[in-house]
């Protein structure tokens, strides 16, 4: 019943290191986005996507780049992993307009930056 | 810029207390506002949207565009409600993206 797969569940990774976290959706939904997940910030968007090959900055995009080739599959990529990128990453997906479910959210990558 | 803000981190209750989880938006057209929590070890999942006025396991929450609120309430607080919950507004003109409040963890105590 899965419909949002996010490939990691954790991941540690080395200062410098160039990362990529994979976000899968099944339902054929335009949208999708990836935010990150902090105590105390709630959810913050960096990226989101409304089409294939379409990309859109959210409120924090320093950092970080995405990609979009085929509808169901939205990376972001870490150009340089740096310590305060230590984080939740959360995937969702959506349809456009008034969705009466709002987002579909994956279980999240916990990514660790030594 | 749109915000929405949660301004309690944790709330702590006793089970079979009443429970109010507040939040505030800033934009002034008409919002699109929900409710979302995340059990532990589990995703984030959607509760409620103020569209449906629906109660979701004895949850309700009411839109006051006079107060910009949309505050999130139960009347008898169980243990098994012991999540962290946000609160989210969506944004049309910028790809129908949602954006989030701080989350408020909720404690619902023996």
């Known amino acids: 019943d899965v419909k949002v797969t996010q490939s990691s569940r954790y991941l540690v990774k080395r200062t410098g290191e160039k990362v990529f976290l994979e976000c899968v959706q099944d339902m054929d939904h335009e949208n999708m986005f990836w935010y990150r997940q902090d105590p105390g910030l709630g959810l913050r968007l960096i990226y989101f996507s409304y089409d294939v090959k379409m990309k859109e900055k959210g409120d924090i995009p320093e950092g970080y780049s995405v990609s979009r080739e085929k509808k169901e599959r939205f990376s972001l990529i870490l150009e340089s992993a740096s310590t305060n990128q230590t984080s939740m990453y959360l995937c969702a997906s959506s349809t456009p307009g008034q969705g009466p479910y709002g987002y579909t959210f994956g279980s999240g990558t916990r990514l660790t930056v030594v | 810029a749109q915000r929405v803000t949660q301004p309690e981190k944790l709330l702590s209750v006793f089970k079979g207390a009443p429970v109010e989880l507040k939040c505030n938006y800033s934009?002034?057209?008409?919002?699109?506002l929900f409710w979302y929590v995340q059990y532990s070890r589990q995703r984030l999942q959607l509760l409620l949207r103020h569209i449906s006025r629906e109660s979701i396991k004895g949850f309700t929450a009411d839109l006051n565009k006079g107060e910009t609120s949309f505050h999130l309430k139960k009347p008898f607080a169980q243990e098994e409600d012991s999540a962290m919950y946000y609160c989210?507004?969506?944004?049309?003109?910028?790809?129908?993206?949602?954006?989030f409040g701080q989350g408020t963890e909720l404690s619902v105590k023996p």
């Open positions: 934009y002034s057209g008409s919002p699109e």
């Open positions: 989210a507004q969506r944004i049309y003109n910028q790809g129908g993206k949602l954006i």
